[in-house]
């Protein structure tokens, strides 16, 4: 059975979205050519929420798209089921080149799915810089990528799990920590 802990609930994670939406603000000086860019399926949510934050702020709209990353993978061949993968599709109806792309995602791990979704970001076009803003880092990494704008930072063991819930998915915004006794 496994033990469930809270660490963020949906009034943390509001805050931690807020601080982000700041931290990308200052970062870029505006948001003029940033796009911000989900990954599917609940860093496309996260993006939207950062999205409207940032509009709140500036007063004018930031660009998003989203990304779903499945061809892109390095494990693609233990992802699908039958002979052909399923197609990924990439929602970003604007120019990448000369752009600041900010990947949003809910949790970053190994750094496996942010490699594949740098992949498709470059297939795209060359941006001026890609940045990338996670909800929760909790360490592990297998590839040399670090987050720019991190809601918490949790370390965790490799036999813990994270599970980050959205109301847009899950009916409620929770960060919980799941070990297995």
């Given at each position: 059975?496994?033990?469930?802990?809270?660490?963020?609930?949906?009034?943390?994670?509001?805050?931690?979205?807020?601080?982000?939406?700041?931290?990308?603000?200052?970062?870029?000086?505006?948001?003029?050519?940033?796009?911000?860019?989900?990954?599917?399926?609940?860093?496309?949510?996260?993006?939207?929420?950062?999205?409207?934050?940032?509009?709140?702020?500036?007063?004018?709209?930031?660009?998003?798209?989203?990304?779903?990353?499945?061809?892109?993978?390095?494990?693609?061949?233990?992802?699908?089921?039958?002979?052909?993968?399923?197609?990924?599709?990439?929602?970003?109806?604007?120019?990448?080149?000369?752009?600041k792309?900010?990947?949003?995602?809910?949790?970053?791990?190994?750094?496996?799915?942010?490699?594949?979704?740098?992949?498709?970001?470059?297939?795209?076009g060359?941006?001026?810089?890609?940045?990338?803003?996670?909800?929760?880092?909790?360490?592990h990494?297998?590839?040399?990528?670090?987050?720019d704008?991190?809601?918490?930072?949790?370390?965790?063991?490799?036999?813990?799990?994270?599970?980050?819930?959205?109301?847009?998915?899950?009916?409620?915004?929770?960060?919980?920590?799941?070990?297995?006794?």
């Amino acid at each position: 059975m496994a033990e469930v802990t809270e660490l963020l609930d949906a009034q943390a994670m509001n805050r931690a979205l807020t601080r982000i939406a700041h931290e990308i603000i200052e970062r870029n000086k505006g948001i003029d050519k940033v796009i911000l860019v989900g990954i599917r399926t609940r860093g496309t949510y996260l993006a939207r929420r950062l999205a409207e934050k940032i509009e709140k702020i500036e007063g004018k709209k930031v660009r998003t798209g989203e990304l779903d990353i499945t061809l892109y993978r390095d494990d693609l061949s233990t992802k699908f089921v039958g002979d052909e993968p399923k197609v990924q599709q990439v929602d970003i109806d604007y120019v990448v080149n000369d752009q600041k792309i900010v990947l949003v995602d809910d949790v970053l791990y190994t750094g496996r799915t942010v490699r594949a979704a740098l992949d498709a970001v470059m297939d795209l076009g060359r941006p001026a810089q890609i940045q990338l803003a996670v909800l929760i880092d909790r360490g592990h990494r297998e590839l040399p990528i670090r987050a720019d704008y991190v809601g918490k930072n949790i370390p965790t063991s490799s036999s813990e799990r994270i599970v980050v819930q959205v109301t847009e998915v899950d009916g409620k915004d929770q960060v919980t920590l799941h070990k297995t006794n």
